[in-house]
Every structure is written in structure tokens, then in C-alpha cells.
């Protein structure tokens, strides 16, 4: 049986193949896709997501959600483009009055009570909004997925913060101390699975839409990867996150108590990990501590391939 998930993502490239692979893996039920300012604006964001769901035409449509009106000190576009993805301008026909993404995370929790699990491949600010609209939705949710923080290496929006937790530390630490089942997927972890440029002939052919998708957005990544950041190809560290999921034999983890600093010059959003064997504070996540990449990349080859077989 298919485990329910909802996503909320502010696509960007690596977003928007996390998106798709979401879509089409049999192994997972995407009921709901809600978007979040980040990489770009709310309003693009909102796009985004149409753009996703109508050039893909998957099966089953999922329930949307709007951005909520938020704006953040920066965002990526240096990496994804000026429409977050790679400046490709697809055709949208947006829906009228979507519902915001707070409500929508609401609404599919009372929906879907300990079934559902939620995956934040984006700054967290809906979920801390839907839990200010209701506080019991921590208990709801069956676990609680964030791609966020940094453990071991340095952060990629500042030396100290990764860029989800940086936009919003205070939505990061509401989140984390909710009291729901969380994993934690930090920086460390999420950046090891890189596509090479040998890697996009692999993707699925053109002629299908997952392969024409794919293969229109993903290669504008690699100039502004390689130049940001010295590394030929794409971090794939939203697919990792949907990967998660669907695959977790593929993950190890440890439990692990998780703070956010939510000020400083230097240090906001920065993650505060304490796992000493004296620690006083109760552990509030698994923490992703290693995955096996090999097994991550032949699932992603695989569910693609299942994709373009059911794409027109």
C-alpha cells in the first residue's frame, strides 16, 4: 500500500525532481503539494507548483497550496534561475483561489489522522503557521520529514546556517520542538547525492513528460553549481528528502535532541545538536547520520524509468 505524503517545497531544480519523483513512485501517494517562498518568491513559488503538476500530468493530481505572503532576506535564484526553474518558463494555468498552505496542511491532517506524512523540502514557515492554526496536528502527523540544518560541515547560506533554517530559524525551532515524529535530514547527509553531467543521459527520454521535463530544467543547474560551489553536476538534496521516505532502509539514524539559534550576526540558524550520554534534554528527532548513496541513485534511476512508462 502506497504511504500518503504531502510536500511542501519552494521549487527550485533539485525541488522540482523531488516533485516528480514524488508524483510517479509507486511506493508513495502525493495527496498534497504545498508551496513555500525560498529559493524564489511566494508568488513564483505558487507558480512553481502549477508549472510542476501540469507539465508532468500525473495520474492522480494532487491538492495545491499557495504560498503564503512572506518574504525572506535572500533567496537562490544565483542557482535556479530567475523563475527557480533554470529561467525555462513554462506555460501555467493557475487555479483562482488556492487554498494557502497552512490551511491546506490543516485540512489533509484532519484528513488523513496518523496517516499522512509531510515532507519540508523548504524553509518551514507553513507547517509552524498550520500549527499556530492548530497545535494537535503535531500528533496527527505520522512523521515529520525536514530537509534542514547542518551538522558537520558548513552551512550554504552562511558559514553557519543551512538556507531552510536560515530563512526562517524561529519557523525551524516552533517546528522541531513540536513534539512530532521527525526526521532530521541535515546539509551533511543531503548533499552527497550529486548528478553528474553523465549522469543526464540517464534521464528519462524526451518523449515522455517526466523525460522532457527533466531534461529541460536539470542541466541549468550545473554552470551555477559548479561556479557557487566547485562541484561538476547537481546536488540533488530535495530528492534525498522524498528518498527518505520511500526508501528509508537506505538511511541510518540516530536520536538526538536539535535546537536552532534564531539570533546572531553570525550564527543565525544555526543547529545546536546534543547527543552527549549526559544530556539532560529528551531527543526531539532522528537525526539522518549517513545514507547509502548507491541504493539512493539505483531507486531514483528505477522510479524514473517507471515514470516515462506511464507518461504519454
Same mark, same amino acid.
Given at each position: 500500500?502506497? *504511504?500518503? !505524503?504531502?510536500? /511542501?517545497?519552494?521549487?527550485? !531544480?533539485?525541488?522540482? $525532481? %523531488?516533485?516528480?519523483? @514524488?508524483? $510517479?513512485?509507486?511506493?508513495?501517494?502525493?495527496?498534497?503539494?504545498?508551496?513555500? %517562498?525560498?529559493? /524564489?518568491?511566494?508568488?513564483?513559488?505558487? *507558480?512553481?507548483?502549477? +508549472?510542476?503538476?501540469?507539465?508532468?500530468?500525473?495520474?492522480?493530481?494532487?491538492?495545491?497550496?499557495?504560498?503564503?505572503?512572506?518574504?525572506?532576506? #535572500?533567496? @537562490?535564484?544565483?542557482?535556479?534561475?530567475?523563475?527557480?526553474?533554470?529561467?525555462?518558463? $513554462?506555460?501555467?494555468?493557475?487555479?483562482?483561489?488556492?487554498?494557502?498552505?497552512?490551511?491546506?496542511?490543516?485540512?489533509?491532517?484532519?484528513?488523513?489522522?496518523?496517516?499522512?506524512?509531510?515532507?519540508?523540502?523548504?524553509?518551514?514557515?507553513?507547517?509552524? *503557521?498550520?500549527?499556530? *492554526?492548530?497545535?494537535?496536528?503535531?500528533?496527527?502527523?505520522? #512523521?515529520? +520529514?525536514? /530537509?534542514?540544518?547542518?551538522?558537520?560541515?558548513?552551512?550554504?547560506?552562511?558559514?553557519?546556517?543551512?538556507?531552510? $533554517?536560515?530563512?526562517?530559524?524561529?519557523?525551524?525551532?516552533?517546528?522541531?520542538?513540536?513534539? %512530532?515524529? !521527525?526526521?532530521?535530514?541535515?546539509?551533511?547527509?543531503?548533499?552527497?547525492?550529486?548528478?553528474?553531467?553523465?549522469?543526464?543521459?540517464?534521464?528519462?527520454?524526451?518523449?515522455?513528460?517526466?523525460? #522532457?521535463?527533466?531534461?529541460?530544467?536539470?542541466?541549468?543547474? !550545473?554552470?551555477?553549481?559548479?561556479?557557487?560551489?566547485?562541484?561538476?553536476?547537481?546536488?540533488?538534496?530535495?530528492?534525498?528528502?522524498?528518498?527518505?521516505?520511500?526508501?528509508?532502509?537506505?538511511?541510518?539514524?540516530?536520536?538526538?535532541?536539535?535546537?536552532?539559534?534564531?539570533?546572531?550576526?553570525?550564527?543565525?540558524?544555526?543547529?545546536?545538536?546534543?547527543?552527549?550520554?549526559?544530556?539532560?534534554?529528551?531527543?526531539?528527532?532522528?537525526?539522518?547520520?549517513?545514507?547509502?548513496?548507491?541504493? /539512493?541513485?539505483?531507486?531514483?534511476?528505477?522510479?524514473?524509468?517507471?515514470?516515462?512508462?506511464?507518461?504519454?
Amino acid at each position: 500500500m502506497a *504511504r500518503k !505524503i504531502a510536500i /511542501v517545497a519552494d521549487p527550485g !531544480i533539485d525541488g522540482a $525532481f %523531488a516533485v516528480a519523483l @514524488a508524483l $510517479f513512485a509507486p511506493e508513495l501517494e502525493l495527496v498534497g503539494l504545498a508551496a513555500t %517562498a525560498g529559493n /524564489v518568491s511566494a508568488d513564483q513559488a505558487t *507558480r512553481n507548483v502549477h +508549472v510542476l503538476v501540469e507539465q508532468l500530468d500525473p495520474p492522480r493530481w494532487p491538492r495545491l497550496g499557495a504560498a503564503l505572503p512572506v518574504e525572506y532576506e #535572500r533567496d @537562490a535564484t544565483d542557482l535556479h534561475g530567475p523563475d527557480g526553474l533554470g529561467g525555462a518558463n $513554462f506555460p501555467c494555468a493557475q487555479l483562482h483561489h488556492p487554498h494557502p498552505s497552512d490551511q491546506l496542511l490543516r485540512d489533509l491532517l484532519r484528513q488523513y489522522p496518523r496517516e499522512l506524512t509531510v515532507v519540508l523540502l523548504g524553509p518551514p514557515t507553513a507547517f509552524a *503557521r498550520a500549527l499556530d *492554526r492548530d497545535p494537535d496536528l503535531a500528533t496527527a502527523v505520522e #512523521r515529520l +520529514v525536514v /530537509v534542514g540544518g547542518a551538522r558537520h560541515e558548513p552551512g550554504d547560506a552562511t558559514a553557519a546556517a543551512e538556507f531552510h $533554517f536560515f530563512c526562517d530559524p524561529q519557523a525551524a525551532r516552533q517546528v522541531l520542538r513540536c513534539g %512530532a515524529a !521527525i526526521t532530521l535530514l541535515p546539509l551533511d547527509v543531503a548533499r552527497k547525492f550529486v548528478l553528474s553531467p553523465a549522469d543526464l543521459l540517464k534521464l528519462p527520454p524526451a518523449g515522455s513528460n517526466v523525460g #522532457r521535463f527533466l531534461r529541460k530544467v536539470v542541466p541549468a543547474a !550545473i554552470a551555477p553549481t559548479a561556479s557557487l560551489y566547485g562541484t561538476e553536476g547537481v546536488y540533488l538534496n530535495d530528492v534525498v528528502g522524498v528518498a527518505a521516505v520511500a526508501l528509508p532502509g537506505a538511511f541510518t539514524t540516530k536520536p538526538i535532541f536539535v535546537d536552532v539559534e534564531t539570533r546572531g550576526e553570525l550564527t543565525r540558524g544555526a543547529c545546536v545538536f546534543d547527543g552527549r550520554w549526559a544530556c539532560t534534554a529528551k531527543p526531539n528527532v532522528d537525526l539522518v547520520t549517513s545514507v547509502d548513496v548507491h541504493a /539512493v541513485r539505483q531507486y531514483v534511476q528505477r522510479a524514473l524509468e517507471e515514470a516515462a512508462g506511464t507518461s504519454p
